[in-house]
């Protein structure tokens, strides 16, 4: 990283190129149904709920319910210890702002751990990458591991684990092309800043 700094969204600005709204202005992201996004929407705002201890289980419907259930049992045996949630951050150096679902700590190392409800898509790998520019630090020692957490409607979970060195720098080349269509007039919109949990049907977001 060198020189490269990150920072809390704040010294971002409106117009600032996000991680998901890059990928998907490059192909890479395709609209999924309107029940499933509703459905990622409600199991994210149940889980940052649940891991800051402000979940009311009583809240949770039917539909949800196992997705929450699964995150429970990756937090008993993985041991994942939650740091942030959702935090946004911006990258002063490429000028770029992202999301983490979930950055927190197995033993001596940093994870940030990405929530889905669907399928692996390889896209999935360039996210974290991006995510991982967003927290590491020159003067840190601390590893940052990056993993993608699928959770099922069956109430189970599995692990797949980000490793390639390069998509960090792949995501960077995507963010270049990207500046490039926006300043040719190729992308006429730029995605607002995602602060916040979404409101969702199915899981209260009301902390008390």
């Known amino acids: 990283m060198g020189q490269s700094e990150s920072l809390t969204v704040p010294a971002a600005t409106e ?31 149940g889980i940052a709920l649940l891991a800051t201890g402000k ?5 949770v419907s039917d539909e949800i319910l196992p997705y929450l259930m699964a995150y429970e049992q990756f937090v008993d ?8 949630v959702e935090t946004p951050v911006y ?10 679902d979930l950055v927190g700590s197995m033993g001596d190392e940093t994870w940030i751990v990405e929530v889905k409800t669907g399928a692996k898509e390889p896209w999935h790998e360039l996210q974290t990458g991006a995510y991982q520019l967003l927290l590491e630090r020159p ?14 409607i069956n109430g189970t979970y599995s692990l797949s684990p980000h490793g390639n060195y390069y998509d ?5 080349s995507f963010l270049t092309a990207w500046r490039w ?10 995605e607002a800043a995602g602060n916040g949990v979404a409101t969702q049907a199915g899981v209260s977001t009301n902390p008390r």
């Open 15 to 45: 117009t600032t190129p996000r991680v998901t709204g890059v990928l998907k202005d490059m192909g890479l992201i395709y609209g999924g149904s309107e029940t499933a996004m509703q459905r990622g929407r409600a199991v994210h705002t």
């Open 55 to 59: 979940l009311d289980w009583s809240s």
């Open 77 to 84: 045996h993985s041991k994942f210890s939650v740091s942030c």
């Open 139 to 152: 003067e840190s020692k601390r590893f940052i591991r990056r993993v993608g957490l699928y959770l099922s």
């Open 168 to 172: 960090s720098q792949i995501f960077l």
């Open 181 to 190: 269509k926006y300043g040719n007039g190729y992308i006429k919109r730029l």
């Open 91 to 100: 990258h002063r150096l490429y000028d770029f702002k992202g999301t983490p």
